[in-house]
């Protein structure tokens, strides 16, 4: 059960990062420094940040 866990969480993780590409194209629809352009690559990176993390805690937990 723990196992199957595990794989839902790395399933939960790579959701997270295709939202950062979603975020991205949204930033590439905005005028070069709007303020919605530095919103959502602003969410880009912070999802990015929170990806990173949460890759290497599973990542730790995995045989």
Do not use: D, N
């Amino acid at each position: 059960m723990l196992t199957v866990l595990k794989y839902i969480a790395l399933v939960g993780t790579f959701f997270i990062y295709t939202t950062s590409g979603v975020f991205s194209k949204l930033a590439s629809q905005r005028e070069f420094l709007s303020p919605g352009y530095i919103a959502f690559l602003a969410c880009t990176v912070g999802v990015l940040g929170i990806y990173a993390v949460l890759w290497q805690q599973i990542i730790k937990r995995m045989e």
